[in-house]
């Protein structure tokens, strides 16, 4: 008889292997569980990847709960893609969901870049439900010194409804800001020329309104010292 392939009398040859096969198992489920703690989300024409913390992310959007639990392809695949958006976007998103701070190097009031993220972050916010976000990226956007380019106001446009916040706030900037530049650019959206146009047209019947005003009280004060 070959004696290799006998176990021993006290099974030890037996009680290893059941050891290793029980280390793989544990190795595995903990592997599975670990990753099962991630979403992969691919992001831009690309797809350029991101492991994202599920439960984080999950727990601060409505469209990434849906996507990772709900009955949809992504939930079974544990993949979701997002090629419309774009990469350095989504990292700024996410780093506002973790750090709450989508602007690691701050915020410059005179630069267009930081303008232009700060708008496709709202619209982002807005397409993965995160109500949260919205007001901080208001309020950055009311002290920039500066007006969007023609692709920021397009995507914009394409991407709000009517009344939107983000649209009022550029509006009324530019009706204030900067009247002239866009007359005759045919680049930009011609909703938001129509809309500029009247913003422009209120605000000059307003500051005639409050010209005849203080006209009005002056003369009134005049009259009281003239007494």
């Known amino acids: 008889m070959d004696s290799s392939s006998t176990p021993t009398m006290d099974g030890s040859e037996e009680g290893s292997?059941?050891?290793?096969?029980?280390?793989?198992?544990?190795?595995?489920?903990?592997?599975?569980?670990?990753?099962?703690?991630?979403v992969?989300?691919?992001?831009?024409?690309e797809l350029t990847k991101y492991n994202v913390y599920?439960?984080?992310?999950?727990?601060?959007?409505?469209?990434f709960k849906a996507a990772c639990y709900g009955q949809f392809v992504e939930a079974t695949q544990g993949v979701i893609?997002?090629?419309?958006?774009?990469?350095?976007?989504?990292?700024?998103?996410?780093?506002?969901?973790?750090?709450?701070?989508?602007f690691p190097k701050g915020y410059s009031e005179d630069s267009v870049e930081d303008a232009e993220k700060?708008?496709?972050?709202?619209?982002?916010?807005?397409?993965?439900?995160?109500?949260?976000?919205?007001?901080?990226?208001?309020?950055l956007l009311s002290r920039t010194t500066q007006i969007l380019d023609a692709?920021?106001?397009?995507?914009?446009?394409?991407?709000?409804?009517?009344?939107?916040?983000l649209r009022k706030l550029l509006v009324a900037d530019t009706a204030i800001l900067e009247p002239h530049r866009f007359a005759f650019d045919a680049d930009f959206p011609s909703e938001f020329l129509f809309d500029t146009i009247r913003a422009m047209a209120e605000l000059r019947i307003w500051l005639a309104e409050d010209a005849r005003a203080i006209d009005w009280f002056n003369r009134q004060a005049e009259g009281i010292r003239e007494k």
């Open 151 to 165: 692709h920021a106001i397009s995507q914009i446009y394409l991407h709000t409804t009517k009344g939107s916040p």
């Open 40 to 45: 992969i989300v691919l992001v831009g024409p």
């Open 118 to 139: 700060c708008a496709l972050l709202w619209i982002m916010a807005d397409k993965f439900q995160v109500p949260e976000m919205k007001p901080l990226l208001l309020k």
């Open 17 to 38: 292997c059941a050891k290793r096969r029980k280390m793989g198992q544990s190795q595995s489920d903990l592997e599975e569980s670990l990753f099962s703690n991630f």
């Open 81 to 102: 893609k997002l090629p419309e958006d774009e990469p350095h976007i989504f990292e700024a998103f996410l780093h506002w969901l973790f750090f709450d701070d989508p």
């Open 54 to 63: 599920k439960d984080k992310i999950c727990s601060q959007s409505p469209f």
